[in-house]
């Protein structure tokens, strides 16, 4: 009933398909070392933020 609106993909901005789970689309559609970068990044902003 409650359809739960497309989740936005954070590695490529891309929404996942309706029936698709967010896992499962890093998955089929970024490799490890894109998923790694992304991490990276995340980790490098959050660590940015704590020192402001
Ligand atoms: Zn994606």
Do not use: G, S
């Amino acid at each position: 009933m409650a359809r739960k609106p497309p989740v936005e993909c954070p590695v490529c901005r891309e929404p996942t398909d309706a029936d698709e789970q967010l896992e499962d689309h890093l998955l089929a559609n970024h490799t490890k070392r894109k998923l790694a970068m992304f991490i990276v990044a995340e980790a490098a902003l959050l660590i940015d933020d704590d020192a402001k």
